[in-house]
């Protein structure tokens, strides 16, 4: 489940071009680091689902660490980050595919139209039920990430095109400097973000306690080295120089696949449309599933809360949802690039991603801080496991939200980190007023947030040792 939350195909395909306009031919050492910073970051995490298995995840490990309004901002922070990825794979798939009719069949469609097929799919698939679609989501799953190690390994038998080379693993490669590093992290951040996915069934394995931190932790390890791996490859199939000209706007691997592979091709083009759609459908689902939950705890309107008779799925919070895709990725394309350009619909990628990115950093900050606070309060205490590592999470991700406010010079990358920080504020206040006016409602609002889960008239009183959680009215 982490493995494929994070998307590898989909990331593989398209997160290095949002880097590469900053750390270019360096982009997989980009990669290469934010593997690195995501296991130390994952190290907090894992240690907290050994001790609280619970659907909650982030929510409960902030909250019992920290305390609930923290837990509060965290599924505030959680929820709009979700709440920005279908939007955000509207545009891509519509520039995707924009790009692809043009320059391969010369036929000329606008990028919005074409997002508005898979986004119109996506709500009927919602209205209908999901389940066997998420299947065949997985299948498909399985076979693009086959495709594009297939193709990445093709492409270094070759050779490259001018020779193998270390040199995209060497920050000399960047040609921006350390800054670009650093703004080529964020959107590699992005294509790591769902590593944690695993946490949310910390209630339903067997042997949580050390299954969920095992599923992490290699999760990280097995998609990072596709990452690594195959961004590399991109690179020394493209040529170093070529790499540092890559945009938002470029299709690399349909290049890729014309020169070293001909016969994949389609396969690339299928595999990429294919895991856009599918990480659009997931990330629907959880959205829709928080937005139903939401109405039915009283925080939204009650008719989040109707759910078909006949079809048994929350038609209100299907359409809501859907509608806000469509319009968010409209209005985003449109001022960011136009409708009739693939740049709008990459754009909306880029600037939603971004923003999402910048949303769920600070929960692994959070997580991170629980962590330390959790475990000398409880005990178990270790000062590797429990202090060095989630300190130094905590320094690269708080780190790296920093650089992004000093190394970001462009228009309207400025901003984002500023409409995080009011997003915060307005959550942070929202927690305030519920601490002191509605307390009992502070802990379901900010579990339902995270995830959609709520346990009414129940609330965590002790965990063992072993990591079980009883439960009391």
């Not at 990445?152 to 040609?175: C, D, E, N, R, Y």
């Not at 109405?295 to 078909?308: I, N, Q, S, Y």
């Amino acid at each position: 489940m982490s493995a494929a939350i994070m998307g590898p195909a989909v990331s593989t395909f398209f997160n290095p071009q949002f880097s590469m306009p900053f750390s270019g031919a360096a982009t997989p050492l980009v990669y290469a680091l934010c593997l690195v910073a995501i296991l130390i970051t994952a190290s907090g995490i894992m240690e907290m689902s050994s001790r609280l298995p619970s659907a909650g995840a982030f929510y409960t490990y902030v909250t019992r660490g920290i305390g609930p309004k923290s837990g509060f901002v965290t599924g505030g922070l959680m929820f709009v980050a979700y709440a920005l990825l279908p939007p955000a794979e509207v545009g891509l798939v519509g520039s995707y595919l924009q790009s692809t009719l043009r320059d391969e069949f010369g036929i000329a469609v606008p990028w919005w139209a074409i997002g508005l097929v898979p986004a119109a799919l996506m709500i009927f698939l919602a209205l209908e039920g999901v389940q066997s679609s998420l299947r065949t989501a997985l299948v498909l799953f399985t076979a693009e990430v086959v495709i594009v190690v297939t193709l990445a390994v093709i492409v270094v038998a070759h050779g490259g095109k001018h020779g193998l080379t270390l040199q995209p693993l060497s920050p000399s490669a960047s040609p921006h400097g350390v800054g670009g590093l650093v703004t080529g992290f964020v959107f590699a951040a992005l294509s790591f973000v769902g590593f944690e996915a695993a946490a949310t069934l910390g209630e339903e394995v067997r042997k949580p306690a050390r299954n969920v931190p095992k599923a992490i932790g290699l999760s990280v390890l097995f998609v990072g080295a596709i990452y690594v791996f195959c961004v590399w490859a991109e690179v020394v199939g493209v040529g170093v120089g070529a790499a540092n000209k890559i945009d938002g706007t470029s299709t690399p691997w349909n290049d890729l696949a014309a020169t070293y592979a001909p016969w994949a091709k389609l396969l690339v083009i299928l595999a990429a449309v294919s895991s856009m759609f599918a990480v659009m459908v997931n990330s629907n689902t959880g959205v829709v599933r928080i937005l139903h939950v939401m109405g039915r705890e009283g925080m939204l309107p009650k008719l989040f809360a109707h759910v078909d008779p006949k079809r048994k799925t929350p038609t209100y919070a299907v359409l809501v949802q859907g509608i806000f895709s469509v319009v968010i990725a409209l209005v985003v394309g449109a001022v960011a690039g136009g409708l009739g350009s693939p740049e709008g619909g990459s754009n909306v990628y880029g600037y939603l991603g971004f923003l999402l990115t910048l949303g769920i950093l600070p929960v692994y900050v959070l997580t991170n801080i629980a962590t330390m606070r959790f475990f000398r309060k409880e005990g178990g205490f270790r000062l590797v496991r429990h202090g060095v590592l989630p300190g130094l999470a905590i320094l690269l991700m708080v780190g790296l939200l920093v650089g992004q406010v000093q190394q970001q010079t462009t228009a309207p990358y400025t901003w984002f980190p500023w409409l995080i920080a009011a997003w915060v504020a307005v959550v942070a206040a929202g927690a305030i007023w519920l601490g002191r006016h509605q307390p009992e409602k502070l802990a379901v609002a900010g579990a339902v947030m995270a995830t959609g889960e709520a346990e009414e008239g129940h609330v965590v009183t002790h965990e063992a040792a072993s990591g079980s959680v009883t439960t009391a009215p």
